[in-house]
C-alpha cells in the first residue's frame, strides 16, 4: 500500500505509541478552539520524542479543522498556530461546516453525502495535498 490511515485515540496510550513508531507521517488534527489547539504542542512534543528516540523518519503535520472564519475567536486560534507551527501547519483547512455533522449522523462520506459541500471539497484537497508533499520527499 503507498498509504495506510490509522485513525488512533486522543489519548496517547500503548496503541497509539505504537503506531506513530512505525508511521511515516503523523496528521495532528485540531479544532479551531482553543482547547483543542492547546494540546497540539504536547503531541507534536511526543512525536518529536519518538523521533529522537524510535522513528527518526516520522514527520508531524498540523490539520486545521471546525474553523469559522466569521468567527473572531477562530481567527487568532489560527493565526497563533500559523505563528507558533508555520513549517507543519497544512495549507488546507477544513471549516466548520454543518453537512459535515449531517453525514456523520448518516454515517456516510461527507463528499458522498453532498457533493459540493465545503468541508467534503476540502478534505479533497486536504488528500491532494498529502499526496503531492509524500511524493515529493520519495
Not at 481567527?75 to 498556530?81: A, Y
Not at 453537512?99 to 484537497?125: F, H
Request: charged residues 25%; hydrophobic residues 40%.
Amino acid at each position: 500500500f503507498d498509504y495506510i490511515i490509522i485513525d488512533t485515540p486522543p489519548s496517547i496510550e500503548f496503541f497509539t505509541i505504537n503506531a506513530l513508531t512505525t508511521s511515516d507521517l503523523a496528521i495532528v488534527p485540531t479544532q479551531c478552539d482553543y482547547l483543542s489547539t492547546h494540546g497540539v504542542d504536547q503531541v507534536l512534543n511526543i512525536i518529536d520524542l519518538i523521533r529522537r528516540k524510535t522513528n527518526p523518519v516520522i514527520k508531524a503535520r498540523v490539520l486545521v479543522t471546525m474553523y469559522d472564519e466569521a468567527a473572531t475567536a477562530s481567527r487568532m486560534i489560527f493565526t497563533k498556530l500559523k505563528n507558533l507551527h508555520p513549517e507543519r501547519l497544512y495549507q488546507t483547512i477544513i471549516p466548520r461546516d454543518e453537512r459535515l455533522r449531517e453525514a456523520q449522523i448518516m454515517s456516510m462520506p461527507v463528499i458522498n453525502y453532498d457533493q459540493k459541500s465545503i468541508s467534503g471539497l476540502e478534505y479533497m484537497a486536504l488528500a491532494r495535498e498529502i499526496i503531492g508533499t509524500s511524493s515529493r520527499n520519495r
